[in-house]
């Protein structure tokens, strides 16, 4: 029988679905109306009347605008469905897509350029969706609070002698970034991803001389 | 083909009638209507080749419309529109008769063309 906090999440993923459909009929709306303008545009002679050239340009940004706005409705999508099925089976290598999708905003702030590895085929394991991005984001956040501004962080899901691992690697631009080691293992965040991998049956560590956080999950998680 | 009788149905009123209006700028004969209800009335009396269909309408939902399309006209060619997230709903729908189904917000030569592949689909 779910916990009371899992119907809390539940709750939460439900509502915040139900609105992401509500945004993309607004953007669906909002396309339809600024292609009868491109239709209604196109009819026209070159030189029906002036400032045309403008507003053909408007018009793209405006359909350029409606596909970023769906690409993130349908991103924050996905991610309220993650409490649907808990545990439920997940691609390690799409979850951390997912996550550099959803956390792209706050490596923004700080110049962080945040972005995944090459793939080597699917990683299939059964876990908490929830709590594995929760984890990923977690160690994303504790780079960004440990670099001043600038820099790489690279997630890289992949198979360390038949451990499933999403290792998550930090290249600093900022000179006093350089000993991170020390920083990461005494941060608040680091405890509280242990916490996190705890729960997953998994384990959190570093790699001081890569630097890179190393995730390992357990292939399929029984509780 | 441009000549093609649509007709469209979704419950968003403002996104339905300029979809309508797009498509008979570019020939085809569109109508739209916004529930289940009134597509059905209209099938009886003026039935189009195509339906346009919304999955997820108030009321009477879009599958169950489809369903009872396909019982009493199945030779009429039912695209369906689905929200993101909603492959589960389309790939129903197909099995359940539906030509086909496009993601909300269309591209509309993307639903010109799969219209096109349904009449040729015609036996």
């Known amino acids: 029988m779910p916990c009371h906090k899992d119907k809390e999440v539940a709750f939460f993923g439900k509502i915040t679905a139900g609105i992401t459909h509500e945004i993309n009929n607004v953007l669906a709306i909002i396309k339809e109306a600024t292609g009868l303008l491109e239709d209604i545009l196109s009819l026209t002679g070159e030189d029906a009347f002036s400032h045309k050239n403008k507003f053909e340009i408007t018009l793209n940004r405006i359909l350029g605008q409606i596909q970023r706005g769906v690409a993130i409705t349908n991103n924050l999508n996905r991610f309220a469905h993650s409490p649907d099925h808990s545990p439920s089976t997940i691609d390690l290598n799409e979850v951390a897509e997912q996550v550099v999708l959803l956390a792209s905003r706050f490596a923004r702030l700080k110049n962080v350029d945040l972005e995944t590895g090459p793939k080597d085929g699917p990683l299939i394991i059964k876990t908490h969706p929830v709590s594995l991005q929760m984890a990923l984001f977690i160690t994303i956040e504790l780079f960004l609070d440990l670099t001043k501004s600038g820099g790489r962080i690279i997630l890289s899901p992949r198979k360390i002698q038949n451990k499933y691992v999403v290792g998550i690697h930090f290249e600093s631009k900022t000179p006093g970034d350089t000993d991170l080691f020390q920083a990461i293992i005494s941060s608040d965040r680091w405890e509280s991803l242990q916490e996190i991998m705890a729960y997953l049956g998994g384990t959190a560590q570093v790699d001081k001389f890569a630097p890179e956080i190393l995730l390992y999950f357990t292939e399929a998680i029984n509780k | ?123």
């Open chain 2, 1 to 123: 083909m441009r000549n093609l009788k649509i007709l469209l149905v979704d419950d968003e009123v403002e996104f339905v009638t300029t979809l309508a209006e797009r498509l008979e700028l570019r020939g085809f004969r569109a109508q739209a209507v916004t529930d289940g209800e009134s597509a059905l009335h209209i099938i009886e009396s003026d039935p189009p080749q195509v339906i346009i269909l919304d999955v997820m309408m108030p009321g009477m939902g879009g599958l169950e419309v489809l369903k009872r399309i396909k019982t009493q006209h199945p030779q009429i060619h039912v695209i369906l529109l689905t929200g993101h997230g909603s492959t589960k709903e389309g790939i129903e729908g197909m099995q359940r008769g539906a030509f086909d189904y496009l993601m909300k917000p269309i591209n509309i030569e993307e639903l010109i063309k799969k219209m096109q592949d349904a009449i040729k689909s015609q036996p």
